[in-house]
């Protein structure tokens, strides 16, 4: 694992180095993002459209976490054009979350937004954390959540946006795992599992004494 000195030193303007990189209709929807984007090397415009790209796909823009004022933001912040439509996105709104969820996402984009690095623009930041946070709810392996190729890319992308964050998982546990885990101490609460980790096909093998 490489960490915080290293913070986004593996970013391409075609994705993630060393990655898997993304085929078939997301491959071809990626492409169309980057070729509107304001600078065709910026990493961020890349991880973005990865990020993104398939939830515009499949109708699901609703489950990143970001409002539609929020997408517009970024569209105008890392691509030529601010029309979701010219992106091929439908109109789409915030899934609706519990209590629990709502107050879970708070505080974990809380915590992201505590290690963010300077080097990364604020409002980016922002929406990563939310991305992530939201992500948290879903009950696979974080990176099948957030649509990249393997943990090596959310290692990544968590080493260019939080990478102090980074640097705490000494451990190498699975990154949901830690950021729950991170998010408990950081609340004086009782470790546990984030609220999409019992769904997981690995549940038992993180949290033995949970089942």
């Known amino acids: 694992m490489t960490h ?4 986004g030193a593996g970013f391409t303007s075609a994705g993630i180095c060393g990655a898997q ?3 078939g209709a997301h491959a071809a929807r990626v492409r169309q993002w980057m070729q509107g984007a304001r600078d065709p090397e910026s990493p961020d415009a890349a991880l973005f459209a990865q990020l993104i790209a398939p ?16 997408v517009d933001a970024l569209l105008g912040r890392h691509y030529f054009t601010q029309d979701a439509a010219a992106f ?27 290690y963010a690095s300077p080097a990364v623009n604020p409002d980016d930041a922002r929406c990563m954390a939310l991305i992530i946070a939201n992500a948290c709810l ?27 964050l980074v640097a705490r998982n000494t ?9 729950a885990y991170e998010l408990a101490l950081s609340t004086g609460a009782t470790p546990g ?10 549940y038992a093998h993180c949290f033995p004494c949970e089942r």
């Open 55 to 70: 939830r515009c796909e499949r109708g699901e823009l609703g489950l990143l976490g970001l409002s539609p004022a929020q």
């Open 88 to 114: 091929g996105m439908p109109a789409f709104s915030v899934v609706l979350r519990t209590r629990q969820r709502k107050d879970f996402v708070t505080a974990l984009c809380a915590l992201l937004l505590r």
């Open 138 to 164: 879903r009950p696979d392996h974080l990176w099948r959540d957030l649509g990249l190729a393997g943990r090596e890319d959310v290692t990544q992308l968590l080493e260019r946006y939080f990478p102090e």
């Open 21 to 23: 990189q993304p085929v």
């Open 171 to 179: 451990a190498y546990w699975r990154w949901k795992k830690f950021l």
């Open 4 to 7: 915080a000195g290293a913070a």
């Open 193 to 202: 599992p984030a609220p999409g980790c019992p769904g997981c096909e690995d």
